[in-house]
Structure formats: C-alpha cells, structure tokens
C-alpha cells in the first residue's frame, strides 16, 4: 500500500484530508517530520489562511527543502488551496511575499463581485489529464479570494508548459489547477468535493 504523508506546518484541514485520503485506501498520516516527508510515496501540502502566514510556516518547518528534495527525485507533491498558491513566485496578498518558485505565476485578488469565492464550480479540463478520468462532472468545492489569474509561460517551449486547468467565476477565468511533471497542485479542496474529488484523490494515488 502507498504511503501518503499530509505535511503538517501548522495550517490546512489535516483532519479532513486525512478521512479522504484513508477512504481512497491508502495508508495516510500527518507529520511534521521532514524526513518521514522526503520519502514518502506521496506528499500533500494543505493550507488555509492568508499566504504569507502559509509559507511563513512552510519556511519555519523548512518545508521548502523536502519540496525541492523530492521534485529533484521526480517524486509526488500534491499542493491544495494555499499549499497550491506557495508552489508559485510571489503574491500580492498583505503585501509582496514570495512563495517557493517552482512555477512561474504570482497570486492575485480575484477580481470578482462576488468575493471571496465559496461553493462548487467546473474545472476545465482540456488536457484529458489522467488525474480526472472517470469524473464525468468535474465539480470541486472552492474556498478562496485569491488566484493565480494568468498562464506566464509564452515564451517557453512547449515541452516546458506545465498543463494548467481554468475555472469561470462572475466572469474572471483563474487557474484553479496545474500539472508539471511529478507536482500537482488544485485551488479547490478535492477533500470537501465528494465524489469528483475522491475520485481525483483516487487517481492520483494509483499514479504514485
């Protein structure tokens, strides 16, 4: 059976993404230990709260370094809600903060009505990406204000573009997930998104 680790740095609903996870069927648990993170089959940064308090305690809990550790491996990193904004350079949120930089990108207001954004809406998959197979209505829960709004990788060769998915709300398009190689990171919460997300959870366990 795959090891899941959930990291624990002090933000994100571990509680609830550890029952989603154990009932995929996979072992799961939640640690700050870095090397029990470094080498797990699968590694799962949460993340709730404002951005630069997230990554102020990613830092503290020298996170950054099991990430980059485990991307140089090729290994799995799966980033939700804010653990998916700090894999991305900066953003805006209480002021100009950087975030780890393994995607180029910078978090932003959503400029919306309606704000902050709650509630289900549809994520575009337009890559037949093998992580929503067998999601026939690809429906996600959302909690969040802010997102990264635009692709920045225009100049770079095709081989290098990370597969980004988009999602509407009052009319303003934002990425609301990304594939690159062994990272993966979701806006939505896919633990609060009954079938669609265990489904996505389930697919992303079997690819470990």
């Known amino acids: 059976m795959k090891q899941v680790v959930i990291f624990d740095y002090g933000f994100g609903n571990l509680r609830s993404a550890e029952r989603a996870f154990s009932h995929v069927g996979?072992?799961?648990?939640?640690?700050?230990?870095?090397?029990?993170?470094?080498?797990?089959?699968?590694?799962?940064?949460?993340?709730?709260?404002?951005?630069?308090?997230?990554?102020?305690?990613f830092l503290r809990a020298r996170g950054k370094e099991v990430v980059l550790e485990r991307i140089k491996s090729s290994l799995p990193v799966f980033g939700i809600c804010v653990g998916h904004q700090i894999l991305f350079e900066c953003s805006s949120e209480d002021g100009e903060t950087s975030g780890i930089g393994l995607l180029r990108g910078r978090v932003e207001q959503v400029p919306a009505q309606t704000i902050p954004h709650i509630g289900w809406n549809e994520v575009e998959d337009t890559h037949n990406c093998e992580l929503f197979s067998q999601i026939d209505d690809p429906y996600f829960y959302f909690v969040h204000s802010y997102a990264v709004l635009h692709n920045s990788y225009d100049s770079v060769g095709a081989d290098e573009v990370p597969n980004f998915f988009y999602t509407e709300h009052d009319g303003q398009r934002f990425i609301s997930a990304v594939q690159y190689k062994s990272l993966f990171g979701a806006q939505f919460h896919p633990e609060k998104s009954g079938h669609a997300g265990l489904q996505l959870l389930k697919n992303w366990i079997e690819k470990l």
């Not at 648990?29 to 940064?45: K, M, N, P, Q, W």
Request: aromatic share 4%; glycine share 12%; charged share 20%.
């Open 26 to 57: 996979t072992s799961v648990c939640i640690t700050s230990d870095r090397e029990l993170a470094a080498r797990a089959d699968g590694l799962v940064i949460p993340g709730v709260g404002s951005f630069r308090a997230c990554m102020r305690g």
